[in-house]
T-cell receptor
C-alpha cells in the first residue's frame, strides 16, 4: 500500500527566503507525481505534474524534482512571498492505477 | 486551463436529510471523476472513483448506500449523502480528468457540509 509523507508538517519563513518542501513515498512504482496548493477552505490548485520518466518540472518560482528510485520529490519555492502561504500537498499515482494517494501536507506561512 | 465547478460551496442540513453535491467539468470532458473527503487539518481521503456511464468504485470502508455517486454524463458527477448524520460533516472535494491517464487532475473548490 502506497504511503506518502511530507516533511515538515508546518513551516514559517520570512518573505524572500528560498525554501524546500519534501515528499516521500514508499512504493517507487509510480506513474506520476503532482504538487498541489490548497488555501484554507478551498479546493486544490495543481502546481506541477511530473511524469515518472521526468526528473523535474519548473513553473515560475516553483521547481519540483523527482527521484523515483529513492521515493522522493521536492518542491522548491524561490523568493517566497506572503501570497505563497497555503498548504502544499503532493500526490502520487501508482502505475496502472487511476487514483492519487495524497501526502499529509505542509502548511506554509510566509510572513511579510 | 481546465475548470471544475463544484456546487454548493457550503451547505447546512438537518440530521436525517439528504444532500446532493454537483461536480461539473466546464471546458473538458471528464471521463473519470473522483470524490474525496477531508477532515480538518488532514489530507484528502479518496472515497470513490466514477467513470462516465458505469457504477462507481468505492474505497474500502466507504458505504456505497450512504454516499451515492452518479456520473451520467461526461461533464457532471453528483454525490448524494443520504440520511446525513453529524459525523458526515466534512469537506468534500471532487476532481476530474480527461481520458488520458497521464493528464493531471483538476479539482473543484470543495463543499463544506455541516449536519446539525
Amino acid at each position: 500500500k502506497q504511503e506518502v509523507t511530507q516533511i515538515p508538517a508546518a513551516l514559517s519563513v520570512p518573505e524572500g527566503e528560498n525554501l524546500v518542501l519534501n515528499c516521500s513515498f514508499t512504493d517507487s512504482a509510480i506513474y506520476n507525481l503532482q504538487w498541489f496548493r490548497q488555501d484554507p477552505g478551498k479546493g486544490l490548485t495543481s502546481l506541477l505534474l511530473i511524469q515518472s520518466s521526468q526528473r523535474e518540472q519548473t513553473s515560475g518560482r516553483l521547481n519540483a524534482s523527482l527521484d523515483k528510485s529513492s521515493g522522493r520529490s521536492t518542491l522548491y519555492i524561490a523568493a517566497s512571498q506572503p501570497g505563497d502561504s497555503a498548504t502544499y500537498l503532493c500526490a502520487v499515482r501508482g502505475g496502472g492505477f487511476q487514483k492519487l494517494v495524497f501526502g499529509t501536507g505542509t502548511r506554509l506561512l510566509v510572513s511579510p | 486551463g481546465a475548470v471544475v465547478s463544484q456546487h454548493p460551496s457550503w451547505v447546512i442540513c438537518k440530521s436525517g436529510t439528504s444532500v446532493k453535491i454537483e461536480c461539473r467539468s466546464l471546458d473538458f470532458q471528464a471521463t473519470t471523476m473522483f470524490w474525496y473527503r477531508q477532515f480538518p487539518k488532514q489530507s484528502l481521503m479518496l472515497m470513490a472513483t466514477s467513470n462516465e456511464g458505469s457504477k462507481a468504485t468505492y474505497e474500502q470502508g466507504v458505504e456505497k448506500d450512504k454516499f451515492l455517486i452518479n456520473h451520467a454524463s461526461l461533464t457532471l458527477s453528483t454525490l448524494t449523502v443520504t440520511s446525513a448524520h453529524p459525523e458526515d460533516s466534512s469537506f468534500y472535494i471532487c476532481s476530474a480528468r480527461s481520458g488520458r491517464i497521464d493528464s493531471p487532475l483538476h479539482f473543484g473548490n470543495g463543499t463544506r457540509l455541516t449536519v446539525t
